[in-house]
Structure formats: C-alpha cells, structure tokens
Nanobody
Framework: QVQLVESGGGLVQPGGSLRLSCAASGSISSIENMAWYRQALGKERELVAVQSRLGATNYGDSVKGRWTISRDKAENTVYLQMNSLKPEDTAVYFC?????????????WGQGTQVTVSS
C-alpha cells in the first residue's frame, strides 16, 4: 500500500514563511510528478505547484515568485517553501503524486494539512 502524509501546516502571520513536507511511503518503485494543491473554504481545489521526476516545475499564478517546490534525493518527499504569506493563502494544502508500484502507475492524495495566515 502507498500513502502520502503531509506535515508542516499551522498558524502564521502575514508576511511570514512556512515549509510544508509530504512523504510517500509503501511499495514504491519510482515517483513521476509530485504536486501541491490547496482548497480554501467554499472554493474549488487549485494547483499550487508541481515538479516532475526530472525536475521541471510549474506554479499557479497566485504563488509565482513567492514559493518554491522541491524534492529530496530519494524523490519520495516533496517540499513547499512558502514565503510572503498572505491571508488569502489560508487553505487546506494537499499533496498529490503519480507513483509506480508493482508495475502500475496510480495517482495518490494526502489527507491535507491546514495553513492559516492571520494577525
């Protein structure tokens, strides 16, 4: 079984920084894309950032220039460095990944971690 677990969420003041982590575990052969999504209360889920196995990245327009997605050497963990946080960044942040396991490629979601930006 494969699972994704997020960590690092919490309460932060406007202008502050936060670093989210997502660790994949289980019977994993390799991981293709790893991504971060977010969903604010009453809104649809949106893409925040994504990074491919070879390192290509893409960011949502609302976070370009402020945040950075990265992956560790083993490519089983993805990070999201969030700087210059704004109240409108408040949302539940979800990890998402395309993972090879037993010769099958499937998409997985984490349980989500709450990020609240407030004074």
């Amino acid at each position: 079984q494969v699972q994704l677990v997020e960590s690092g969420g919490g309460l932060v003041q406007p202008g502050g920084s936060l670093r989210l982590s997502c660790a994949a575990s289980g019977s994993i052969s390799s991981i293709e894309n790893m991504a971060w999504y977010r969903q604010a209360l009453g809104k649809e889920r949106e893409l925040v950032a994504v990074q491919s196995r070879l390192g290509a990245t893409n960011y949502g327009d609302s976070v370009k220039g402020r945040w950075t997605i990265s992956r560790d050497k083993a490519e089983n963990t993805v990070y999201l460095q969030m700087n210059s946080l704004k109240p409108e960044d408040t949302a539940v942040y979800f990890c998402n990944a395309d993972i090879w396991s037993d010769r099958r490629l499937d998409n997985y979601w984490g349980q989500g971690t709450q990020v609240t930006v407030s004074s």
